[in-house]
């Protein structure tokens, strides 16, 4: 008699148990992604939009740099920002015997007391012969339809998003850029240049976002990371942090005291820089996915509060110093893989410069050589200058410096440097 009643309360037990996580596990996922500022923009971007403007630039065949495809294809990118009401200018450049254009969209910051700005960048010439679909048609792509959803709304800090020509040909035009950029005092804290975002032919791959960074940038990928764990449920998106590559659009950004990473699909692609880097190859989805977590990552670094922030004024990168004196400048740009741009020759003393941004009091600023401690300064202006300790500074170093607030939070900024001065502290 007390058998049915109780078989009907276990069966609905575990019909009951059955079905709970089902119920919670949406419910958290949604309320999981009400919690999140930027889920919104996620549903923007779209496989079909990403496709579009893939197929227009696929439409203007290949894009050699110097090119009138390569031209033509610049003037769409142009116009098609310009459309978005963003702030659109040409940047011209003329290095090594190639000469074009990269397409400068931004977005200004709403921080009146910042210079910060973030910088987005892909690169639309392609080498003969090839569409560049994947390299770097994929990330074009994926730029256009961020920019579309980024321009919507305001942001504290600065973002350029960038159309780089000239990478397939030595990385000539955002070796331009960031060297004007430099000349010109940009605050440029971080550059994320995704190249060949494109493909992905494993599971694992398909969900899977490589983050390639030298030491001194590891804080981006870092960043992105933790970024990609809060919208793994929207998303499913991780990302890989590895050593660097220096042969992509980031590196001269680095070469210049800025921070930077490439970012790359998982997959190996074996169609690139041939005939056969065609749209067929491509796999929209993950590029669409591999979109959406770019544009949470660039919108979270945009919107972070930066506490502190310093930067090395002086000396300049890339130029030669006879004490304080730049006495010439040094055109290494086209000795790319040599790891030489932006290298700055020290012929003796030279005064080291650092400026302070920061919403806290600054407790001192440190000055080093190679890691090593060499010099503290409490008040501004931060300067030093340039020597060695216990022996002379000849060679190649590192020179760093870091800025501690009251608080204990800490901002550096590095640059590499050829020393040959004879002075030091004890002798």
């Not at 200004?108 to 973030?118: A, C, L």
């Not at 086209?334 to 030489?340: M, P, R, T």
Request: charged share 20%.
């Amino acid at each position: 008699m007390i058998t049915k009643p109780i078989t009907i309360c276990v069966v609905a037990l575990f019909l009951f148990s059955g079905l709970l996580p089902i119920s919670l596990s949406k419910q958290s996922i949604t309320e999981q992604e009400s919690l999140l500022p930027f889920s919104d923009y996620i549903h923007q971007i779209s496989q079909r939009k990403i496709e579009t403007y893939h197929d227009m630039l696929m439409s203007f065949g290949s894009r050699y740099t110097g090119s009138e495809n390569c031209s033509n294809a610049g003037d769409w990118l142009f116009a098609t920002f310009s459309s978005m009401d963003l702030d659109v200018e040409i940047h011209n450049w003329d290095y090594a015997g190639f000469s074009s254009r990269n397409i400068v969209a931004t977005l200004p910051g709403t921080n009146e007391e910042s210079t910060i700005e973030y910088l987005l960048t892909a690169h639309y010439d392609c080498t003969p012969n090839s569409l560049g679909a994947d390299d770097d048609g994929s990330g074009i792509a994926a730029i256009l339809a961020i920019a579309e959803v980024l321009q919507q709304s305001d942001f504290p800090y600065t973002i350029r998003i960038i159309a780089f020509s000239g990478e397939e040909v030595g990385t000539f035009g955002s070796f331009c850029y960031a060297r004007d950029a430099y000349h010109r005092g940009d605050n440029i804290r971080a550059v994320i240049n995704p190249d060949m975002i494109g493909y992905a032919d494993t599971e694992e791959g398909g969900r899977t976002l490589r983050f390639f960074y030298p030491e001194r940038s590891k804080w981006i990928a870092t960043f992105a990371q933790n970024v990609a764990n809060d919208y793994d449920p929207i998303i499913d998106m991780t990302v890989d942090a590895l050593p660097n590559y220096i042969g992509a659009d980031h590196q001269p950004f680095i070469d210049y005291g800025y921070d930077g990473v490439w970012v790359a699909h998982q997959d190996g692609y074996k169609w690139a820089n041939t005939p056969e880097d065609d749209p067929e190859h491509l796999n929209f989805t993950y590029l669409t996915k591999a979109t959406k977590l770019l544009l949470v990552i660039i919108a979270e670094l945009a919107t972070t509060t930066v506490p502190v922030h310093i930067q090395l004024t002086h000396p300049y990168e890339g130029r030669g110093y006879l004490k304080n004196n730049p006495i010439f400048r040094l055109d290494l740009g086209k000795q790319w893989y040599w790891g030489l741009r932006g290298m700055t020759l020290l012929i003796g003393r030279t005064k080291a410069k650092a400026i302070v941004e920061s919403n806290q009091d600054i407790k001192y600023v440190i000055f080093c050589v190679d890691n090593n401690f060499m010099y503290w300064d409490s008040s501004p202006p931060y300067e030093w200058n340039i020597q060695g300790k216990h022996s002379p500074l000849i060679g190649k170093h590192t020179l760093q410096v870091y800025a501690y607030t009251i608080n204990d939070l800490v901002a550096t900024d590095q640059m590499d440097i050829y020393s040959f001065s004879t002075k030091c502290q004890y002798n």
